[in-house]
Every structure is written in C-alpha cells, then in structure tokens.
C-alpha cells in the first residue's frame, strides 16, 4: 500500500498523522511552511513563555485525552489552577467576575435586573421550528434580550471566533446550543435535562472542559506529533495538485509528482480553493468556492509586567471585552495565571488579541502602535502603571475561519467532493470547529475513518 498523503501539518494534519502511521498505516506530510505546527508556536524568552496562536487546550472529548497519552506527552502535561477558572467581563470599563452559580447570577453587577428576567423566561420561550437558519444575534435576541447580546454573547463570539454575533451561524457557529433548543425546547432546559446524556457520551461542555497546556507551552505537542514522523514529514513542500489516476492519487509539489493511495486535506479554506483537483469521472473539480470562507486579520500581543505594576490580581483565564464597551482590544488572557512557569517570579504575563471583524485594519498595523493601542486599554481595565518589560507581537492576516450564516453549502460542497473523488477527504478547522480540541478531535475521526476502510480488523481508534 502506497501512503497516504496528509497536506498541512498544523495540529489536525499532525493528529491525523500521527494516528494513522500508529496503525501500521504509511503516510507523508506536506507542509508548504518551514516549520511544523501551524499556529501553535511558543517561544521562551527573558523568563516569559508567550504563546503565538491559543494558550490552552480544552479536554472536551476522551480522545483528546488519549492522543495526549498516546504521543507519550503525559508527564509534560500541566492543568490549570484552580482559581484560574475566573473569567471576567468588562462592564461599565471594568472587569466584572462572570457568576458561577445561580445565585450568583441573581446578585451579579455584570446584567441589570431586565436581562436576569429575561434568563428566568427562557425556558417558556416557544422553540423555533420553522428551519430559518439564525445567526447569534438573532437566537439571543429571541430567547433573552439584547442587552444579554450587547454585553456577554458579544464578548464571547469575539473570544472564540474573533467575529460578529449578527453574521455567525447558529446551528454552524454553536451547534450544541441549537442542538439545546431542538432537543428540550430550551437551552436553561438542556443544561438541566441533558446533564445524563453528555455524561454517558463522555463529552464535555467547552465552558466546563478542563483546560490545559504543557511544561514549555502548546509546541510540546506539536513538536512531539512532529517527531514521530519523522522523515515522513516534508516541510517547505507545497502543494498545488491533486489528479485522481485508477485507485492512485498523484500529488504535485514543488519537490515533484508522488504516488499516494488516498490524500487528507487539512490545511485552510482559502488554500484549498488554490488547487487543482482532478478525479476520472468526474474531471475538473472546482474548488473556488472555498476562497469565500472568511478568515478576518488577528494580532496576538503578549506582554510582560512586574506584580507591582498592576493593580488588577490577575487571577484567572482572563477578559472578555463586549464592543459596547469602546475598547480596541478584543480580550486579554492572564497567562501566567493559567500556568506555572509563564513569567518569572514577581512577574505577570498578559496576552491580548486585537483585529478581528471588529476593527480588521488594526491588525496589521506595526508592533509598536500595536502594543500602545494595548497598552491604553490596559492602563485603565487592569490599572497597569510604567511600561512592559517584555513584548512579543504577531498577527495573522487570515486567522480563524467565520461561520457565518449560510456556512451549510461549503461543508456540504466538502461531502460531494469526497464521494465524486472517492480517496480524498477533508479535515480541519474550516469543516469541524474552530477551537484547538475540534482540530485534535477532527484528525482523530478522518484517521479511524481511513483505518476503517483500510484495515477493517482493527478496533476503533477511541
């Protein structure tokens, strides 16, 4: 059997991998860049530890778990602490401690006594039935009011998709709160009434998944998938296509023409519509579609400060920040809260994230007004005083793909392609989910679907 051939080694590409050749299967890696990993990309430096791309992992399915263990990364692994679990919200231009329990809720500062009405209503809200596909905003507005739009659904759409409630995609975005609606008529419901079904599944909700990290940041796991490859990882090799020959693939790239028995693309949206792809029947597949797919500019900047610097504690995951507010930065995550070892002793380390839907030009400005505009905003959320001691900037021009109203016909242009194309198949953050567990869970599934075809004797991979 010839291999299988894998374009992308980002953290799905890598999974993917990784899972398949720990089957017996043969498989190659193309990989356009210098470098494995993707996004995912931590550099220590001056006793800072700042990541490039996400800061944790969420352990939202058991297969994450045992891709962990599998990849021989336990003993590296580092869970949060405790009181890192704190999430703020910015209300009134201060952070404002999201509530934990229901009393909590009842007594927090963060909603007006109209937006808790509007959440003690909700589950004698009628459900939607008539298959009008909503965005966000549209489902928040219906359900609870808009200031619990304005105020929370907003900061957190800009935390996990950097994008815009009013054109993300319910049932695309957020499939599982839709899922809530279908199922028991409520979301408040589904939280109660679902609690058997999701623990029998062993699934996890993303806002209860226990989050974590490695000992020298995110690249350990990346590096570590990296290093059982091996020679079957090709970097700086792209590729630009792909004809279907009898039961072969014939990949090109820029290092020549390769035989493969079957080809996972898990690279992004807009690198997919630049290849040729060519199958016997049906000829030409058109792929330009996928260039539709909007991946909005983010900047990643991490700075470092002296605890007396900083009147904030700082303990916790970090900010949201809603648009309401008038902040440039989309939220900060306080890293060295989240893990040990993220700032020297009497240090903290901060990430911010600006860009977005929200102000996309700002993203690609120079690192220098990157960190004032940064530095203006957590001047007055944080109370910072002086200047930071350390900084690192790095920004995406396309960082996360938008799940926007009408986002069905691209995965559905996905499974026409693999049945018209028998041996090619898709994986990725543009198909399965944006956060760093979908991508890990999402190479998992294409590999055991690959070890089902090919070695049917074999169990499941989880």
């Known amino acids: 059997m010839k291999s299988i051939a894998i374009i992308g080694a980002g953290i799905t590409g890598l999974t993917t991998a990784f899972c398949l050749k720990r089957r017996g299967i043969p ?22 530890l700042a990541e490039h791309g996400p800061n944790a992992a969420l352990e939202t399915s058991p297969k994450v778990t045992e891709l962990i263990k599998w990849a021989g990364l336990e003993s590296r692994r580092l869970a949060t602490a405790p009181e890192a679990e704190a999430r703020y919200v ?43 596909e909503e965005s966000i905003a549209q489902f928040v507005q219906r359900r609870f009011n808009q200031e619990m739009l304005d105020h929370a659904i907003d900061a957190l759409v800009a935390g996990v998709y950097a994008g815009d409630p009013y054109q993300l995609s319910l049932p695309h975005a957020f499939p ?30 993303k806002d209860r998944a226990p989050k974590f990290s490695f000992d020298e940041g995110l690249q350990v796991l990346t590096d570590g998938l990296a290093r059982q490859l091996g020679e079957e990882l090709r970097l700086n090799t792209a590729v630009s296509a792909l004809t279907k020959s009898g039961d072969q693939w014939l990949v090109e790239t820029s290092a020549g023409r390769s035989e493969h028995s079957a080809v996972i693309y898990c690279g992004t949206a807009f690198g997919l519509a630049q290849l040729q792809i060519e199958a016997d029947p049906p000829g030409r597949i058109p ?20 605890r007396e610097d900083v009147t904030h504690p700082c303990l916790g995951f970090g900010m949201l920040i809603p648009k309401i507010e008038g902040f440039k930065i989309l939220g900060t995550i306080f890293s060295s809260a989240l893990f040990p070892n993220r700032a020297p002793a009497g240090c903290l380390c901060l990430t911010s994230y600006i860009g977005g839907t929200r102000y996309p030009a700002l993203a690609s400005l120079p690192a220098d007004p990157l960190i004032d505009l940064t530095m203006a905003d957590l001047r007055v959320l944080l109370g910072i005083k002086g200047n930071p001691i350390f900084s690192q900037v790095v920004s995406y021009p396309r960082a996360i793909p938008q799940y926007n109203v009408g986002y069905g016909k691209y995965r559905d242009r996905l499974t026409e392609i693999e049945a018209q194309a028998p041996g090619l198949y898709f994986a990725g953050q543009y198909r399965d989910g944006v956060s760093l567990a979908d991508s890990m869970v999402s190479g998992i599934n294409i590999a055991e679907r690959l070890v089902k075809k090919l070695k049917p004797e074999q169990p499941a991979i989880a």
């Open 27 to 48: 498989v190659t890696v193309y990989e356009s860049g210098p470098r494995a990993g993707g996004v995912i990309e931590s550099t220590r430096r001056d006793g800072f």
């Open 90 to 132: 910015v209300r009134d231009r201060r952070p404002v401690a999201m509530p934990g329990s229901p009393l909590g809720f009842l007594t927090t500062p963060l909603f007006s006594l109209g937006a808790k009405l509007a959440v003690l209503r909700e589950p004698f809200i009628k459900p939607r039935r008539d298959g009008v």
């Open 176 to 205: 599982k709160l839709k899922a809530l609606e279908d199922n028991y008529g409520s979301m408040i419901k589904g939280q109660i009434l679902g609690a058997k079904a999701r623990k029998k599944s062993g699934e996890v909700a």
């Open 287 to 306: 792929v330009d579609l996928f260039s539709e797919i909007k991946y909005p500019p983010v900047a990643s900047v991490v700075l470092g400060f002296r």
